[in-house]
């Protein structure tokens, strides 16, 4: 029997078209796309393909649809041997690290793809992702387990676990990076699966989550900031975590007035989590006085978390438990190989 692979389409460039009177692109159905992409039916696969009801451009990507996109993989999982998502580069990165945690103990991949170009212009990157994505969607091992039982970004030759994943060029094919994990496969004339990086095929029935709650906050440092409007802000709007993107290996100011609006935030039950700004690297509040301080108030570390999987990770947990400490432990827990342990 051939495997069967649900194709999901969100929207993004990769099935836009040029709208002629405002020049700019906008999305189209679905039909459209197989038939530029005959290809496709020749791959020894089943593949489904279903959209959802309003496809979008990234930028307006919600947590609502996630759990959308959520129903539509647990209603799909039995029938289907994986799943490959069509979506904007521009938030693929937050939705690849979103489903990563609402789909717990997930036995078999979902692969996001898109491009940078439409598929229906000739030098178009989208029928190589397109057709990768569906390959690597469908790859099995001996016992005719899924390879690849992980929510991953395939983009231009790489695969990349979803939750490490970050956009980093906007024109390049070569749109994402993972800085702190390795590729989970390369695509050159054969696709070289990195087995040793993939996590292992889960030993309990998956788990669909649906709750998601986005009073998340973020602030980034930089020097002269006057942390008091912010603190006042997120008090005021019910912020329960913020994300602090902090200096080099989690360091922050050492002044007074910065401190205690740290303080004000913990005292306020407000969860403090620590991003580094870089990009590569992990927080270690222990190494330097500046961090060490943080340390101490009851800031927590997001050691090497990305950005995208760090805010999503906070709106995965702030959902599943209300118990402080509770809290605390999962956001230093890894849950789904987004932080190195
Ligand atoms: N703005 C588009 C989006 O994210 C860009 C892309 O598809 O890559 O939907």
Redesign the pocket.
Known sequence: MNPKVLIIYT????G?IRDEKKGT?K?FRLNRMTKSVPSILEMGLEIHALELEEV??????TPEVWIELVGIIEDHYDAFDGFVVL??????AHSASALSFLLENLGKPVVFT???LPLGLPRTDARENLITALEIAALKDENGNSLIPEVCIYFEDRLYRGNRTHKFN?ENFD?FISPNYPALADSGVKIEVALKEILPQPTSKPKFHNRLNSNVGMLRLFPGIDLNPYVKMFIESGIELVVLETYGSGNGPTKKGFLNSIATLIKNNIIVYNVTQCRQGHVDMGKYEAGAELAAMGVISGNDISLEAAITKAMFVLGSTEIHTERLSLMQTALRGEITP
Do not use: K
């Open positions: 929207g993004g460039t990769i836009m692109l999305p979008i451009d990234s930028s307006n990507m979506h904007g580069s521009d938030t693929m898109g491009s940078q906007s749109a």
